[in-house]
Every structure is written in C-alpha cells, then in structure tokens.
C-alpha cells in the first residue's frame, strides 16, 4: 500500500491562488463622425454620464474611414481600456477593430450599429431595429383594402446590417398579405421568387436588397424610384404602397411618385423623424416616420459599459446573428409618428435660432422664433398642448423657464403676438411631439397641465430600500432611503453583489426597468397615480447555479460563502478561487487536505485525512465540496468507480475505509 499512499497523497494536496479584485476601469467610445451633430451629442453624453459614475472614458471619432477606426481602437488599447464602446463605420472592416479588442481581453459593445463577421462583439445596444421595418409593414397593412394592392420595395444599404433587419422586420409583417393576395410587389424579381417565404435567410435578403437597395442615399432612392414607375405598367400605378427605409430616401422617393400622373394616391413609410420629414407629413407628402429617442440609446450603452467594468453581464432580450455568433442585446424602443399624432414641431435652424412648425388654418407654416440655442448646452423642452378659446387646438413652447412669445403665435383673444401655435392637427390630444437639431434636449416634457410652466405636477414618491445592499441614483446623483423622486423619473438600481432585484413596488407603483433573482443592475422609470411609498426589494441568489469560470456551480452554497468571505461576483471569472470555496475558506487562505495516516487491514484500508490548517477548515462536515475517491488497477488505465467520502458530523478530520479489492491505486479529490 506504499504506492497507494503516496499517489494518493500527491493527488490530494490541492494549489490555491488569491485572486485580485476589478481594478480602475477605463472606457474608450468610437464614434463615426464628428461632423454631424447627433455623434456630438453622443460624446457629450458619454463623457458627462461616465464621468458621474466614477469611470474614465476618451472619445475618438473615426471620420468615415474604417481605417481610422482601426487606429483609434488601438490607441485606446495602448491605453488601458477595459471596455469598447463602438458604433462601426462599416459593420464588416469594423470585425478587425473588435478582434484587436478582444485580444487585449477588453469588453466589446457594438453601438447603433453591429459588427458583423466575429465572435469579438459581446454586447450589442441599439434600437429594436426588426420592430422599426415591422412597424412599416404594419402601417402599410392598415392601410391597404381588398386584393392586388401594388407594393414597391426599397431597403438601406447592403454593407449596413442594420438595413438587413428593418427589411426582415417589414417582410415578416408583410409576407402573409403578400401571400393572400392583399399586396402584389411590382419592383423586385427576387422577391417575388420568395413571395412564399414567411422568413427569408441572410443570403435571400441580400438578393432582394441588392435589386431594391437606397444606399441610405436620396439621390440613389430618386433614381431607383425613377427607374421603377418609368418600366412600371398603368396597372402598377394608380393607389401604390411604398416601404422606404428612412425619411431622406422617403422624400426622395415621395417627390418621385408625387409628379406621375399615373399614381393616384401613395402611403410611404420612413424613419428618423427628421424635421423634413415631419413637414412633410404635416402636409400630407409623407405617411409615417418611426421615432427613435438617441437619448435612451445613449444611456443603454452607458449602463452596458458600467455593467461590463463591473465584471457583470448586461441584461439580456434579445440576440442578433451577425453572421458569426447571436450577439447578447437589449434592444430599446421606437414610436411610430404619422399626421393624426403629429401635433407640434420644434426644430433648430442653421442659425442655432428655434423654429415652430405649427398649423395656421389650412397653412402649416415655420416660424424663426428667434430664441438663439447653444449647441453645446442641454436644454429642457416643454410642449403644453391645450386650446385657445373653446375649440381651437393649440400649443405653447417653453425653452427652459421661458415662454415663447411671436407675432405668428396668439393670445386667447385670438390677438396676435402670442404665446399660443396652432396645432396642425385640430386635436389636442397628445401622442407624439418631435424636436430635431443642433441644441442638445435632456428633457422633453409634453403635457396638458399648466400649472408652473407647462410642467405636470409632481407625484412625488418615497423609495424604500436596504442601503447596505442597494444603491441608488437618479440623474446620476444618489438617492438616499427613504429619499424622493417624482413620479415619471428614470432611476438606475445598482444591487449589491449575489443578490437580485426582485422587485420595485407601492400601491399603485409601476417599474419599467427589469427585475428578477439574477438581476444585479436595472434602469427604468417609476410611475405611479400618487404620491406613496415604492419598495425595492432584493433577494440572495437562493436557486439554480451561477455560471462561472470553473463551471455552474450551486446559487446558494456559492452566494453564501462569497457573502460570508468577501468575495464579489467579478472574482470568479478564473479557477484561483475555487479550493478556497471548496473547502470553504476565504480567498487566499492556501489551507490543504492532507493523509494524517493509513492502516491496511486484511480487506481494507483505513485512511484518516484532516487539513494543514485546522484553525481556517474547522469542519470537514461544512466544506462546500463532495470528497470522492476512484481506484483503477494500473497507472495506465483511467480512473473509475467514483465513491463518495461521507462527512457528516466531522470534525477536522474524516475517517473512510476502501475494500483492497477495489484497485491497487487509489485517487481521492474534492469536487
């Protein structure tokens, strides 16, 4: 048994490692341009919400040149980054940048836009780009009547991914009317070979895009359009249905089909809700847009790349294929914008001065109203829809604290020089209020109530939680418990590590965000019918297991002994810490199994094994492993038989006994 004894004790002294916690945290965000002002905006909000949060971050843009690109995501890396956030010039040249990232061990999140052609991209933030083309679909359904409605395809760009999906979301919704007969396609050979289809893959998308595509450029969409109604038949004309994939091409295309004399009537879809495009609606050129709040974006990536330099994972609803791995996402929504819930629009001209589209009998009209916006400050918009006289729908525009006043506006005596713009739609209710421009917007607030200055009345709510485990902010400024919010306020709940958010509730409370046993991290808006108490409450991990990186492992046993030894989630991603929990100790400890003696009867074999640091392992009956042994006949055979080793009622050492028959060498471990 001398050779057993000292195989076995060989095997069994386990190595432990300590493990370093999540050091400084750096981010690093490429964007596309700096020429246009919605990537300004972006950078500002990055910078000013990152820097809230205690976190470095450095913005690049790449000019349009996905070589630049490259560079800039290298720079970063030579910097120290920890995590990517990237909007790609081009979705495939950008797959190099992510890899570089990758390879340098930093958290890649593809922004707007995704990466294609790797397994580099491990988060994706954007809009829910399939419900924008599904929006179409739907708003092409509604309104079309009877059989052999003709339908006229047009897509973005082939080397966008983002056009693959807006153009999946519209086929889906608009395959089954293709099918019975509601719509006839006109313009795309290939997709009337697949018109049977109810989903298409990658490369059938690519065919019909290839013959229908935009490039996202009007002058291409002009072009196409001209091409289609010049070969089209009277018959293709007459009432037509056209998905268009933004408000650029939408315009482009609208003034095609406007000036035939053949097409009678035309709905056209879009997005964006440029102000163009809004004007056009209004008067009737364009039939819808989808609304796509940047704002929500912006902060979607910002809690992702927080999340990440945790060393947590961002929730997760969705995936998207990207030709390499279904990329984690959490798509944000979009709001569909057609002239019955267009209202009002403010815009900001070349001159950085505000202008009002608004209605004015049966003129829609832009006004400069003269009221000069800094572009690179935030400012908070108010739009308080109402009436002037008894009837009249109306509205008025606060910029900050302060009421607009013209000459095109009026009074509530009719009178000129008032504060009051005509709708452009002769109902006031609310349900979309657009703003584009240079001016950067942190609040846009619409409303019916006018006291204040337009602002609603606050709701103000109480929040209850345990401070030791939750933490709290609004606005990037921490909430206390037992502190307040008003209702209709985006809060982010940060819990502590190994528990979940498991719920955000009052009486009347309602919670956008998400909550669930294995959510450390939500954003969402409270809101409630008054004024009460919202608890948030947060749970252990008590069930299932916990993904790591020495396999699942119990959620219970691993929660309570990382609580219990001060260990936080981010620890766990390497193999170090796993004897320390095994044996249940704290990290670092280094203690050891170890063979106090063998006895070898006539048919069995008495081993007593106890730890070398009997003062951290004080019973072997609480350790959070099962120890086994398994015997084989010759060193070169594998081992087999697994055994368990009771523990039950142990002290620092265990007695267990193996029948000689089992085997001439003996392992023992603990798993």
Known sequence: MKKVFAFFSTVFTMMVLTTGAFAQTTVGIVLPTKDEPRWIQDQTRFQDALKTAGISAEVMFSQGDSAKEKANV????????????????????????ADAAKKAKVKVISYDRLITGTSSVDFYVTFDSFNVGAAWGQFLVSKATGKGNNLYLYAGAASDNNAFIFFEGAWETLQPKIADGTFKI?????????????????????????????????????????????????????????????????????????????????????????????????????????LKDVRVLVNDAIQAAITFSKGQTPAVTKTYDNGKIKVPAKPSDVTTVTKDNVKAAVFVNVSSNLVVYSGNGSVNVSTDVGYKIDPTRWYRLTILMGKVGDETAAFQVYVNDVLITNAVAITQDFNSNGTWFYSASAVNTISAVAFQGTGMVDDLVVTTLANGYGIPAAIALTLSFNDTLVSVTKGGTTVANSGTINSGDEIVIDAHDWYGIT?????????????????????GTVTAASAETVTIGVTQYSSGTVSTGAGSIDANKLSTWALAKGVSESALSGMAWYDDYLLNVGVGTDAKLKIASITVGESLATIVITTDKPGTVTSLAGINGTLKYYT????????????????????????????????????????
């Open 74 to 97: 290298e720079t970063l890396i030579t910097k120290g980054i920890k995590v990517l956030v990237i909007c790609p010039q081009d979705s495939a040249a950008a797959a190099a940048a």
């Open 503 to 523: 719920s955000v509730a009052g009486t009347t409370a309602v919670y956008g965000g998400a909550t669930g046993a294995r959510v450390n991290v939500s954003t």
């Open 632 to 671: 084989t006949d010759s060193l070169g055979t594998a081992f087999s038989g697994a055994t368990a080793i009771s523990v039950t009622g142990a002290g620092t050492s265990v007695t267990t006994t193996v029948p000689l028959t089992a085997g001439k060498f003996i392992k023992a471990t603990i798993e």
């Open 186 to 290: 006109i313009n795309s050979s290939e997709a009337i070979a697949l018109q049977k289809n109810k989903t298409l893959t990658r490369d059938q998308e690519a065919k019909i895009i290839g013959q229908v595509t935009t490039n996202w450029n009007p002058a291409d969409a002009k072009s196409k359009a001209e091409a289609n109604l010049t070969s089209a038949k009277a018959a293709d004309k007459g009432t037509v249905f056209i998905l268009a994939p933004n408000d650029g091409t939408a315009r482009a295309i609208a003034d095609v089909y406007a000036v035939d004399t053949q097409v009678k009537k035309y709905f056209i879809t879009g997005q964006d809700a440029e102000k163009a495009s809004i004007q056009y609606i209004i008067d009737g050129k364009q039939s819808m847009t989808v």
